[in-house]
């Protein structure tokens, strides 16, 4: 049994004040129902764990009504920091689930097919997340005002999500970072701390996050042309 937790209690700080990123309209649905209907459209998905903000489960129970979302759901509460979310994500899933794919609520246009690729690598090797390879020249600064150094970008790829796992792989490199006060901004962080291989699954496709307002003009795009 594979699972999906899809990680929706965050603020969106960078959004602006007094708004919800995930349930602002694009391409005629919130965000968070684009990012929704990719799990329940991939195969390999049994049912799907969604962290939100307490007090707002009714609001995503609406949505999957409305959307007519039909793999068993569960509403958890998000903790203060992703990873104490993703945490409690790992708690509500069931007994017999196998593997996990830890997505951004915010991520909208991911593929079906690179959420399947990413599962298959992570049921081989452990631990798997989806990534681009970078294109941009990239320089390092040490203060923010020059370059301090050059950096290969051969040997540079940006990391998204999914980030799929083994669940007994990422319960145990959760528990050590958070034994040990650790904070890590992603779950492959996790596995790199205790030494767990992560392998990179290549997306061929944009797979970008609502981040700040400018994001939703070419995110719009991507959900109008290119779908599932």
Same mark, same amino acid.
């Given at each position: 049994?594979?699972?999906?937790?899809?990680?929706?209690?965050?603020?969106?700080?960078?959004?602006?004040?007094?708004? =919800?990123?995930?349930?602002?309209?694009?391409?005629?649905?919130?965000?968070?129902?684009?990012? &929704?209907?990719?799990?329940?459209?991939?195969?390999?998905? =049994?049912?799907?764990?969604?962290?939100?903000?307490?007090?707002?489960?009714?609001?995503?129970?609406?949505?999957?009504?409305?959307?007519?979302?039909?793999?068993?759901?569960?509403?958890? #509460?998000?903790?203060? $920091?992703?990873? =104490?979310?993703? &945490?409690?994500?790992?708690?509500?899933?069931?007994?017999?689930?196998?593997?996990?794919?830890?997505?951004?609520?915010?991520?909208?246009?991911? #593929?079906?097919?690179?959420?399947?690729?990413?599962?298959?690598?992570?049921?081989?090797?452990?631990?798997?997340?989806?990534?681009?390879?970078?294109?941009?020249?990239?320089?390092?600064?040490? $203060?923010?005002?020059?370059?301090?150094?050059?950096?290969?970008?051969?040997?540079? &790829?940006?990391?998204?999500?999914?980030?799929?796992?083994?669940?007994?792989?990422?319960?145990?490199?959760?528990?050590?970072?958070?034994?040990?006060?650790?904070?890590?901004? *992603?779950?492959?962080?996790?596995?790199?701390?205790?030494?767990? #291989?992560?392998?990179?699954?290549?997306?061929?496709? #944009?797979?970008?996050?609502?981040?700040?307002?400018? *994001?939703?003009?070419?995110?719009?795009?991507?959900?109008?042309?290119?779908?599932?």
């Amino acid at each position: 049994m594979n699972s999906a937790i899809i990680v929706a209690a965050g603020i969106g700080v960078r959004m602006g004040a007094e708004v =919800d990123k995930l349930f602002l309209t694009v391409a005629g649905a919130p965000v968070i129902a684009h990012t &929704w209907r990719r799990f329940e459209s991939c195969a390999e998905i =049994d049912d799907l764990i969604l962290v939100v903000r307490p007090g707002r489960e009714n609001e995503f129970a609406a949505l999957a009504g409305a959307c007519g979302f039909r793999k068993p759901f569960r509403c958890v #509460p998000g903790g203060r $920091e992703r990873q =104490d979310s993703v &945490w409690q994500g790992l708690a509500a899933l069931r007994p017999e689930a196998e593997l996990v794919a830890i997505q951004d609520g915010a991520r909208p246009c991911t #593929p079906v097919a690179l959420i399947t690729a990413t599962l298959a690598a992570a049921r081989e090797s452990g631990a798997a997340v989806a990534a681009q390879r970078v294109s941009d020249t990239i320089k390092e600064s040490a $203060e923010g005002r020059e370059i301090s150094r050059h950096l290969d970008r051969q040997r540079l &790829w940006a990391v998204q999500t999914p980030q799929c796992f083994q669940v007994k792989v990422i319960r145990q490199a959760l528990s050590v970072v958070r034994a040990q006060g650790v904070s890590v901004t *992603d779950d492959t962080a996790a596995c790199e701390f205790i030494g767990q #291989p992560v392998r990179l699954v290549e997306s061929p496709a #944009p797979n970008p996050k609502v981040t700040v307002p400018s *994001d939703l003009p070419y995110i719009e795009l991507l959900l109008s042309t290119v779908g599932a």
